[in-house]
């Protein structure tokens, strides 16, 4: 889980730091930063870091990172989807359920995993009105709920 952090970290400080046109080249600049990880694993993680390319004004295309405002923008969207749709939360050992109001498990379940939870293996949304979260292994629903009050401070008991 803290290496996930510490690679998102990197991705965000080596993007910033250098002209990067490949998910290859970027793949070798983690390699040097001592990080080990698969095409996939990094194109999740672009894709969660809601990394895009921009023209360099040349010939070709960089990585670029979104701007603070915007990510906050969209983080705040994020968890206004979430307080808008959700009715409760329950637990039982690593398995959360969300109930939401008729017709907003999808976008529940969006908000969670755009929280990018380190705590959360995955969601599914329900057909109507509910959300199933899946835990870590020994992670609780206690952890679960103070991470969310963490990013979601409107956040109800």
């Not at 993007?15 to 793949?27: C, D, G, M, P």
């Not at 969209?74 to 307080?83: A, P």
């Not at 008729?102 to 995955?122: I, P, R, T």
Request: glycine letters at 8%.
């Amino acid at each position: 889980m803290k290496e996930r952090l510490a690679r998102l970290k990197a991705v965000r400080k080596l993007i910033k730091t250098y002209r990067i046109e490949s998910q290859e080249a970027l793949l070798g600049h983690l390699q040097k930063e001592g990080f080990m990880v698969t095409q996939a694993t990094l194109s999740r993680d672009l894709k969660l870091l809601k990394v895009g390319k921009v023209s360099d004004g040349h010939n070709g295309y960089v990585y670029t990172l979104p701007g603070d405002d915007e990510r906050q923008e969209t983080e705040r969207t994020y968890i206004h989807d979430f307080l808008r749709g959700y009715v409760s939360i329950d637990w039982a050992g690593n398995m959360v359920v969300i109930r939401t109001y008729s017709g907003h498990s999808d976008s529940v379940a969006l908000a969670v995993d755009n929280l990018a939870l380190e705590d959360v293996l995955g969601t599914i949304s329900g057909r109507d009105n509910t959300v199933f979260v899946c835990l870590r292994e020994g992670v609780t629903g206690d952890d679960f709920m103070r991470h969310m009050k963490e990013c979601i401070p409107e956040l109800e008991d």
